[in-house]
């Protein structure tokens, strides 16, 4: 049995985490995550200010973590070092080294992307490989095959802008606050129906599908990725077409409902290709609950089930970099102490379809 601790620094939560485990059978000793309020004073996040923050709040934050945990000892360290904003993965990055060498505990430098398919499974046994993964989160949207933990097969991603970045500027377009996401969440279900009343023809506010013609086979370049940014204009359209403030309900719950049909389609896809009985979603965006009923609404007729995390663990922590990090130490990887922070680096183990 090992207890592990995590670092988590690559965007705009300081946080510390310690695991304690073995295998599939592992279990939170304590987690603690420090959102970085300031960025909604900017309406993003500002990577120096950022950088800045995880200095002033890495020490406190790993004490924390080992108080609550009921114990200082643990026997490694795992840090996410890419990717993500460089300045911010260097103090986590910098503190696991030295926490490591002090300690002389091995460490292990984790993918952040990783690290989201394994939050999951912290809270439900059941979610291991096989699976399908849908990560939607402000920086990536991914459908990852996961044939076993360590084996990924890349199936579709984002063509432009991740799925969270979009709640996050139609937010913005709707004139609501940052991060958007749980903001449009809560505007679009203030529309009844989806769509106002009022509109030409009666009809309700509906914008397409984007990449989601009925007719692409597998093999096709548009089968499992997806484009939000044709969707976001379509919303700066409608905004400008009705700026009054009873119209934002419908166009966000139009938005909303095109994002979700077109990451439930593409999931349904992917599962069914590879015959899998599980999906597993991660990120920020799988905090959304609209996203989450139409998945599990879809698949039920399939017997397929859906796992989705807590928002704790949907969001960045240091959980699932502890997580993901043990397993690689099981495996008898270790990182030494050159390990260095990348803006963007491939998930290891991953293949393209
Ligand atoms: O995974 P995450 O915490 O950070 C990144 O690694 O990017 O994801 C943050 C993203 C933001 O874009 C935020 O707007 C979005 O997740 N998000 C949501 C919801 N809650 C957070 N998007 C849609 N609906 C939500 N309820
Ligand atoms: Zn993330």
């Avoid at 800045?52 to 840090?79: F, K, M, W």
């Avoid at 990783?114 to 849908?134: I, M, W």
């Avoid at 004139?175 to 279900?189: F, K, S």
């Amino acid at each position: 049995m090992t207890r592990i601790l995590g670092i988590e620094t690559s965007c705009d939560e300081t946080s510390a985490a310690v695991l304690e485990g073995a295998g599939d059978d592992v279990r939170v000793r304590s987690l603690v995550i420090l959102s970085q309020d300031v960025h909604r004073v900017f309406g993003g996040v500002v990577p120096e200010i950022a950088s800045r923050a995880h200095l002033t709040a890495i020490v406190p934050v790993v004490e924390q973590a080992l108080a609550d945990s009921g114990s200082n000892d643990v026997d490694a360290v795992a840090v996410t070092n890419a990717p993500g904003l460089v300045g911010a993965l260097l103090v986590g990055v910098a503190f696991g080294k030295a926490f490591a060498f002090a300690r002389q505990v091995p460490m292990i430098g984790v993918h952040h992307m990783e690290g989201h398919l394994f939050a999951t499974v912290l809270e439900d046994a059941a979610a291991v490989p096989p699976f399908t993964a849908l990560l939607v989160s402000g920086g990536h949207t991914l459908l990852i095959d996961v044939e076993a933990w360590g084996r990924y097969r890349l199936l579709g991603r984002t063509r432009d802008d991740a799925a969270g970045e979009a709640f996050d500027k139609v937010a913005k377009l709707l004139g609501l606050p940052y991060p958007g996401g749980p903001h449009v969440e809560r505007i679009a279900a203030l529309a009844t129906t989806p769509g106002a009343q009022d509109r030409p023809r009666g009809g309700a506010l509906r914008f397409a599908r984007p990449m989601l013609r009925r007719d692409q086979r597998p093999g096709d370049a548009e089968y499992y990725d997806v484009s939000f940014s044709g969707l976001k204009t379509a919303v700066l359209n409608a905004v400008k077409a009705s700026p009054s403030e009873a119209d934002r309900a419908p166009i966000a719950r139009a938005f909303q409902d095109a994002v979700v049909d077109t990451l439930v389609e593409k999931t349904a896809r992917a599962a069914h290709a590879y015959r899998r009985r599980r999906v597993v979603l991660g990120g920020g965006v799988a905090c959304n609950g609209a996203l989450v009923s139409a998945m599990r609404e879809r698949f039920a007729r399939d017997g397929v089930d859906v796992f989705a995390p807590t928002p704790r663990l949907a969001t960045d922590n240091a959980a699932m970099i502890a997580r993901a990090g043990l397993f690689h130490l099981e495996r008898g990887e270790r990182s030494g102490l050159d390990l260095n922070a990348f803006a963007a680096m491939p998930i290891p183990g991953l293949v393209a379809a």
